[in-house]
């Protein structure tokens, strides 16, 4: 038999405690042992919840208990989930969690110490949600060289930008929408500003690379200034517009990784991913395109993924399941020297020294409020960066082009 101890009993906490109770014999059969919930650590109480009874607030109690085999870690932050996972591990506990912050900033150091304790620290749910994508890199994809991950990676944001998109509405009407029915919290800005996107593109590129990819490096940009006259535009023009975690390999040996809006023509596959739907493609160099699509966040969603991990866990007690992911910084390509076309929403008497600025752009057949598009040719970050400076404030926004 082996015992759980979960830390936390928020939306996802209480998420892994429902799938391994009603799931019960499903999962105890996959893990070849019989799997049960010991405890449940939260501060609060829980009167009238039917798992009160399992409801501790001493996590030495954990720690202490040798019945104790896995341990899901679902409190979030890097504060006491942080001190928690790694005395855990040091016990020889496998760790199971959706923290996708923890796991960005502390993953090679905790995943050293599973090793070395003969247990095991494993993270699915902290990036794609109900999404399988570490496993499938890690596994499916182990003899594949992947040369990129492209993807959708969060459910918020990608909300917002399907709302914009069908109703016209301006992003802070989206957002309030978007806290109100729960998917954005109180404070979005870990969401908006792109830093969750990030996070978890840190976490693919470190598993892709096996180095580690430091998120606080990563070129980081919201959706905070996309605007209804964007979407207007970019309808007119075949496009939508999505915010993408970027990650490619380079000849070099370096590998550029990024979070940003893009235009994204309507035909292709990630344009027609909405609401608080994910989607993930990565890219082998023998296989090819590989894509998964699902729900990236949501309480029965994200456990469903911790609790298959502790399913992993479970059939590896006393042993260290491995992950390729050393501590060694990876070699971060500079984003200056990338070339993309940009879509430039510019006030119509500034469109001439645009278009000298960049010749042998499209200009769109559009124009209101006294606005004009201009979707420059390829052209290297830094030097549109440079030019775009000669605009002042006749620059009303710009989006990269994906493609």
């Not at 699902?294 to 399941?321: E, F, M, Q, Y």
Request: glycine share 10%.
């Amino acid at each position: 038999m082996v015992k759980v101890a979960v830390l936390g009993y928020g939306t996802v906490g209480s998420g892994v405690v429902q799938v391994i109770k009603d799931n019960n014999e499903l999962v105890s059969k996959r893990s070849g042992t019989e799997v049960d919930v010991k405890y449940i650590l939260d501060l609060r109480e829980f009167p009238g919840d039917p798992y009160e009874s399992l409801v501790i607030h001493d996590f030495n109690t954990i720690v202490a208990d040798p019945e104790i085999g896995v341990v899901c870690e679902t409190m979030g932050g890097v504060g006491a989930a942080y001190a928690f996972t790694k005395q855990c591990l040091e016990a020889g506990k496998s760790v199971c969690t959706s923290n996708k912050e923890l796991v960005a900033k502390h993953g090679p150091e905790l995943l050293e110490i599973a090793k070395a304790n003969n247990c095991s620290y494993l993270f699915e749910a902290s990036v794609g949600g109900g999404i399988p994508i570490i496993r499938p890199i890690m596994d499916a994809l182990c003899a594949e060289k992947i040369e990129s991950i492209l993807g959708i990676l969060n459910g918020t944001t990608n909300y917002i930008l399907t709302k914009m998109e069908q109703e016209g509405a301006d992003f802070d009407a989206v957002l309030k929408e978007a806290q109100a029915l729960g998917y954005a919290e109180r404070d979005p800005s870990a969401d908006i500003e792109g830093h969750d996107a990030c996070r978890k593109i840190a976490i693919l590129s470190s598993l892709m690379t096996g180095k580690n990819v430091d998120s606080e490096k990563v070129y980081t940009e919201g959706i905070t200034k996309i605007t209804a006259e964007d979407f207007a535009f970019a309808k007119e023009a075949g496009y939508t517009i999505k915010i993408l975690g970027v990650s490619e390999a380079k000849e070099d040996g370096s590998t550029l990784i990024y979070v940003s809006p893009f235009l994204i023509n309507k035909a292709h596959p990630l344009a027609m991913v909405n609401d608080v739907f994910n989607a993930i493609f990565v890219t082998g160099n023998m296989v090819g395109d590989t894509m998964y699509y699902g729900k990236g966040a949501g309480k029965l969603p994200t456990a469903s993924a911790v609790v298959a991990d502790v399913i992993d866990a479970a059939r590896h007690i006393g042993k260290n399941i491995p992950c390729y992911w050393d501590a060694q910084s990876a070699k971060l390509a500079e984003l200056d020297d990338v070339s993309h076309k940009f879509f430039v929403r510019i006030k119509s008497e500034k469109l001439y020294e645009l278009e000298n600025l960049f010749p042998g752009g499209e200009e769109l057949d559009m124009a209101f409020g006294g606005q004009r598009v201009y979707i420059t040719p390829e052209v290297n970050e830094k030097e549109f960066r440079t030019a775009a400076e000669k605009l002042g404030d006749g620059l009303l926004g710009r989006i990269r082009v994906y493609g």
